[in-house]
């Protein structure tokens, strides 16, 4: 049996909640129990969630701890713990009192040489199972000698690579910028390339569109919004990311990405979000061209059909004179393209399951 310590929602559009709600479908569809655990006051319960996932929250951490002992569970997979929790485990763990393996998911790759070490420490010492580290930088920064750190990446739903819509024939070809209105995202830079493709003589039959949503008390981000909604051209669609059914945000996303050419992703860094980056992913599995940063983390992942840009050295024209060449061969591109398929969630979940069967026999 399988668990999560959820600290996300289960239904939201993030990269973290996308890993939480696949890998736990995925994981209840090979036969195995899976369980939702949040504790403390923001646990939270989704209407969602498939009869056979339990979601269950507790008061703190210490209640997780004894119910994941008393039904004598063998792994948990921990999203979050609190530095305070993380103590706790370590006292338990030394006093030989847990009966569960605490595994660690590592979202976020620490650019702080000091703090990097602290988490190879943290996870080391606190933790007495696996650390999965969803990107090759982050495994990457952990010591070779440390053979607990497997490298993973982010899900894609098993749908997205199969029954892709044909776009509908239009002369207008489509461009949009894919995710949160953030700053470490570039969301503001794809905002003024549109707003250059719209004016030019030079783009002709080009719609523009940015399906994107603003974080909460965030000056940037919210202005940026209000640019967007006062913009004639642009089309912004505010996505709907919370209460909605699960099936609904997957489907809803496939529509989207098939109705579109070419994706602009202009990442400054990956500081307020995941590693490896899920948008590039999904794009990727339904085999449309994506525009980006040339990132390390993002070349690692070796995509089709993507091109690399500086977006912040280059001057505007040379970025846009990329987008042409691209649409160019948008246009050339008669044959269907083929792309990989090992960032499908069934194929990450059984790579996972098999960590788990392989830690429990070298624990024996």
């Known amino acids: 049996m399988l668990f999560h310590i959820e600290a996300g929602s289960f239904n939201g559009v993030g990269g973290t909640d996308a890993f939480i709600r696949r890998i736990s479908y995925e994981f209840e569809r090979m036969g195995h129990k899976v369980y939702l655990l949040s504790y403390g006051s923001k646990y939270n319960f989704s209407k969602y ?52 393996y605490y595994h660690l998911v590592q979202f976020n790759y620490i650019t702080s040489d000091v703090k990097r070490f602290l988490t190879f420490v943290s996870n080391r010492f606190f933790f007495n199972g696996l650390c999965f580290c969803v990107s090759k930088r982050i495994r990457k920064s952990f010591p070779k000698e440390f053979s607990r750190a497997i490298e993973i990446n982010l899900p894609v739903d098993d749908s997205f690579y199969s029954s892709i819509s044909k776009k509908k024939k239009s002369n207008k070809k489509r461009i949009a910028y894919l995710g949160r209105l953030d700053y470490s995202k570039g969301a503001d830079i794809a905002y003024k390339l549109f707003k250059e493709i719209n004016t030019s003589p030079d783009f002709k039959n080009i719609e523009t ?21 006062k913009d004639e051209y642009i089309k912004y669609i505010r996505a709907n990311i ?12 496939k529509i989207l990405i098939d109705s579109v050419d070419l994706f602009i992703l202009p990442y400054r860094s990956l500081e307020n979000t995941v590693d490896c980056p899920l948008v590039p992913l999904e794009i990727n599995a339904r085999k449309k061209f994506i525009l980006t940063s040339n990132l390390e983390c993002i070349k690692d992942l070796k995509l089709e059909n993507i091109y690399y840009n500086d977006f912040f050295r280059n001057e ?11 649409l160019f061969n948008i246009n050339q591109s008669n044959s269907i393209l083929e792309v990989g398929n090992k960032y499908r969630t ?10 788990f069967n392989n830690f429990n026999k070298n624990c024996l």
């Open 49 to 100: 969630l498939s009869e056979k996932i339990v979601n269950y929250g507790f008061c703190d951490f210490g209640e997780t701890i004894d119910f994941l002992s008393s039904n004598n569970i063998k792994h948990c997979l921990c999203i979050y713990l609190k530095k305070r929790d993380r103590v706790s485990l370590l006292i338990k763990k030394n006093l030989k009192f847990l009966k569960t």
């Open 209 to 229: 569109f940015m399906y994107s949503y603003p974080w909460e008390n965030d000056n940037f981000s919210l202005q940026l919004e209000e640019e967007l909604k």
């Open 242 to 253: 919370h209460n909605q059914n699960v099936e609904e945000i997957d489907n809803d996303l």
């Open 316 to 326: 505007f024209i040379i970025s846009l004179n990329l987008i042409k060449k691209i």
């Open 346 to 355: 069934s194929i990450i979940s059984e790579k996972i399951i098999y960590s």
